[in-house]
């Protein structure tokens, strides 16, 4: 950033243009201003100005501390970075605008339609798609890394029967780090790599085992025979039989589904992996920062919320009442907003369609007659129309999980086994760029300064 000038008179807030004979052909960028990605300020408070250099659309929020009226810094305030770069990332791409998402460049549709959840998490991973032979190499690995550590198991037995699957599941990730103590070498690429497939090859493990402690059933190992998606339905559902059979069209649903989940740029959890490993911790502890995230229900905790506002409401008759209730801002229509997407959440529509194939095989969920009368009664209010918020992922994918005979508590814990590839590429990401540091926001501190202490008989 450069000082350009100073002028006690420089107090015009509006925007200066050039005067047109400044332009010249040879000169003139697009905006006429010479051509220069800058940005020119005028602090007002001392008539100062400043160039602040423009970068891939955006301004250092360092270059601002040194417009320093105050002796502090100028600094911006950005309370849930709503619009805040944290980081570059090459991972995934999404214009919300245009309700566009990519995966290393691949749309969502394609990759959906054509790709598998396994082959999505090597291109995550590593940047472009497998070739046969890198596919089946990273599907071996991960199927021999399934199986955990009878400790593990344990502890699991330890919790209360009716604990909650994500809780479950996201002490026993950060209870990994134990295990694989190695996982602190985070600058050994080899090492990242091992435990990057140790995660995600145990994660439908610790999933399935958090599901059939609330059930009080035993838990089932890994079947190494199987696929990723197959196996973990085997050890959700399977009981005497001796090779636990999905049906091809549930198993493709929810493969379709994991690669839905598979990432999502710098959403909350994400966020909380990148902060918690600019520490530089070891993955599974950032990971189960990221769990933690998702648990809440704002971000993956959403679609359990639908499942239980759509049973709440309960028949199509009561939704007027409801809506008008959310409208009064007594709650929210969860399933409905998104941060990014102002137009359509890509991964909805795609959900919609497989609903339709998973309750084929099922049978419709007497709860979906509501969802699309909330759904379109909700596309045609202004409250809704005016603030932009349509059907996100969650507003389905519940409806889908419960015809899968998942209880509301698992469908988190579906979106972490989705997410992790996700949460490791842009982990992988962070760990290997320069320009990272230890996250450490600023306040605006707003409490008391310097108190003599009081003691306790005098207050
Ligand atoms: N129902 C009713 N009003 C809403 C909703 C909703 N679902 N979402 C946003 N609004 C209103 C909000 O009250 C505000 O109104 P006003 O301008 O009058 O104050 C306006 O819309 C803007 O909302 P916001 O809270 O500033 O938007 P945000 O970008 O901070 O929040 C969100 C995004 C997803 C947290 C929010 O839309 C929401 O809480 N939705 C319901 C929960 C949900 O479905 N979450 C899943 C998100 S998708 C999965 C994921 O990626 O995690």
């Known amino acids: 950033m450069t000082d350009v000038s100073t002028t006690d008179a420089a107090l015009d807030l509006t925007p200066q243009q050039p005067a047109l004979d400044d332009q010249t052909s040879d000169d003139t960028g697009p905006a006429g201003n010479g051509g220069r990605d800058t940005l020119t300020v005028t602090d007002n408070r001392t008539g100062q100005t400043y160039e602040l250099e423009i970068t891939d659309g955006t301004i250092r929020a360092a270059d601002l501390k040194q417009i320093n009226a105050d002796g502090e810094g100028l600094a911006t305030y950005d309370p849930g970075f709503v619009n805040t770069a944290s980081c570059r990332s090459a991972v995934t791409f999404i214009d919300g605008d245009a309700g566009i998402l990519e995966y290393r460049g691949y749309p969502i549709e394609q990759l959906a339609e054509h790709s598998t959840f396994l082959e999505v998490a090597y291109l995550l991973l590593n940047g472009d798609l497998p070739t046969e032979a890198e596919l089946e190499e990273w599907v071996h690995q991960i199927t021999i890394h399934t199986f955990l550590h009878e400790n593990v198991k344990q502890l699991m037995q330890g919790y209360r029967y009716d604990a909650h699957p994500m809780g479950m599941l996201m ?190 095989v099922t049978g419709v969920n007497p709860l979906l007659e509501i969802a699309q009368e909330l759904e379109r009664i909700a596309l045609e209010d202004e409250y809704f129309v005016k603030r932009k918020l349509y059907p996100n992922v969650d507003f389905y994918s519940g409806l889908i999980y419960e015809a899968l005979q998942f209880p509301p508590e698992m469908f988190t814990v579906l979106f972490a086994i989705g997410r992790t590839p996700g949460w490791l590429a842009q982990w992988s990401e962070l760990v290997q760029d320069k320009e990272q540091k230890i996250a450490r926001p600023k306040q605006i501190y707003t409490g008391h300064r310097t108190r003599e202490f009081v003691p306790m008989a005098e207050r």
């Open 171 to 360: 002490s026993s990730v950060s209870a990994l780090s134990t295990f694989y103590p190695d996982a602190v070498k985070i600058a050994d690429v080899d090492n990242r790599q091992l435990q990057i497939t140790r995660l995600i090859a145990k994660m439908p493990t610790l999933g399935a085992f958090a599901f059939r402690h609330a059930q009080g059933k035993p838990y089932v190992y890994p079947d190494n025979r199987l696929s990723y998606v197959e196996n973990f339905l085997a050890m959700l559902f399977k009981m005497s039989e001796p090779t636990y059979a999905a049906d091809p069209r549930l198993v493709k649903a929810l493969d379709i589904l994991l690669i839905l989940h598979a990432d999502h740029e710098q959403n909350c959890s994400t966020n909380a992996v990148r902060s918690v490993g600019s520490s530089q911790v070891d993955p599974y502890s950032a990971v189960a920062a990221g769990i933690g995230a998702l648990y809440g229900p704002l971000h993956g905790g959403a679609n359990e919320a639908v499942l239980k506002m759509l049973r709440r409401i309960g028949s199509v008759d009561q939704i007027p009442a409801f809506i008008e209730g959310v409208k009064a801002g007594k709650e929210k229509l969860m399933g409905f907003g998104h941060r990014v997407y102002k137009n359509f959440d890509p991964r909805a529509t795609i959900i919609k369609k497989a609903c339709d194939d998973v309750f084929a």
